[in-house]
């Protein structure tokens, strides 16, 4: 039970004696791809000092720079209170003082938050007892996110 059935694409097809499709059928591809033009002629490609590894570099930087351009940052969406805190205003900051004792470094500081999570610790000025806010204990606005 052999299939005899002729497919085709479009009307000219239909028509297997019309000029037009003889024409097609013949002339697929009509013009030769022109490669020299962009790369370049034969001379100037031998004569390139460009070794396959320093191909194989860029190509791949290029591969890592466009994915690093295609990547988004994640969207982070912002849940609103329930009940909200009455010292905590939205967008505007709270000043906590306290102490910090970390090894070596002892300091009386202030602490800047936003809707409770601590963005900068500072010297606190009107303490009574000595010791500064150094680097470290500016840093340790780090270890009070753990």
Not at 91 to 111: E, H, K, P, Q, R
Request: a negative charge; proline letters at 5%; aromatic letters at 8%.
């Amino acid at each position: 039970m052999a299939s005899n059935k002729i497919y085709w694409k479009n009307e000219a097809e239909l028509n297997p004696n019309d000029s037009i499709v003889q024409k097609l059928k013949e002339n697929e591809f009509p013009e030769e791809i022109p490669v020299d033009e962009f790369l370049g002629d034969k001379e100037t490609l031998s004569d390139s000092t460009t070794n396959r590894r320093d191909f194989l570099k860029y190509v791949g930087f290029s591969t890592a720079a466009a994915s690093l351009a295609a990547c988004e940052g994640p969207v982070i969406k912002s849940i609103p209170y329930v009940v909200q805190p009455e010292r905590i205003v939205p967008g505007v900051a709270n000043y906590y003082a306290t102490t910090i004792a970390n090894g070596f470094d002892f300091a009386s500081i202030l602490i800047k938050t936003r809707e409770g999570r601590p963005i900068k610790v500072e010297n606190n000025k009107d303490a009574h007892i000595g010791g500064s806010a150094n680097a470290r204990v500016q840093a340790s606005v780090l270890s009070l996110y753990d």
